[in-house]
């Protein structure tokens, strides 16, 4: 049966938790027409072959390994042999699955949309005021109506995936994504939260990836130019 929901899952260094977070997918979405695409991307510890483990044992379950590294490239990659009807890719270290369950079901009010959620907090006032300044930026190069551009969960339509045409390997990922969204005319549908906790591990953010997004964007408007 084809799943009516594909999820896409990067999966980086966590070992110590992947295996935990999984059971929690498989609670969540137990009984219903789902599949699970799991993407270690450029894992140093275990990650891999307990991902590759738990999908032995669950049919619902791939593993598409990302060997180059980067978030672009393992969603895309997830993404390019999802089979479902309805598509989504999200954080896997701080995303709880009923979020996705209940965001689906607040998309089915808005079909033809991108899905996505908007983050009121991000966990300590230098990354909240970071993610300020970069979706400002965003906002004004791109007209993009949105405070969190890197907001996942996000969700859409299988059909969205072939129009969009999407090329980021690295961090601009969700940026592009929004973009051509925007000039393509496709409705935005933000579904708020709270915040996250992070399932384990430590975040990829530092200064350093920040002035990376910060350029890459300008970089981005210049090439859409």
Known sequence: MKPELSVILPVHNQADHIASVIE???????????????????????????????????????????????????????????????????????????????????????????????????????????????????????????????????LFDANLLRRLKLTSKGDLLDLEFLTKCNRLGVPLFEMPIGGFARHGGKSSTSLKNAVRLYGGALQLWWNFK
């Open 24 to 154: 929690g997918y498989l609670r969540e979405f137990k009984n219903q027409p789902w599949e699970i695409i799991l993407v270690p991307n450029k894992s140093h510890d275990n990650s891999t072959r307990i991902c590759r483990s738990i999908a032995a044992k669950n049919p619902n379950i791939r593993v598409i390994e990302n060997k180059l590294g980067g978030w672009g490239l393992s969603v895309r990659m997830g993404l390019q042999t999802a089979r479902g009807r309805f598509l989504c890719y999200t954080n896997s270290a701080r995303t709880i699955p009923s979020t996705i369950s209940f965001l689906f079901k607040q998309y089915k009010k808005h079909p033809g949309a991108l899905a996505k959620v908007t983050r009121h907090t991000r966990g300590n006032w230098i990354r909240s005021f970071g993610s300020v300044l970069y979706n400002l930026e965003c906002r004004w190069l791109f007209q993009i109506n949105s405070w969190d551009i890197n907001g996942t969960p996000k």
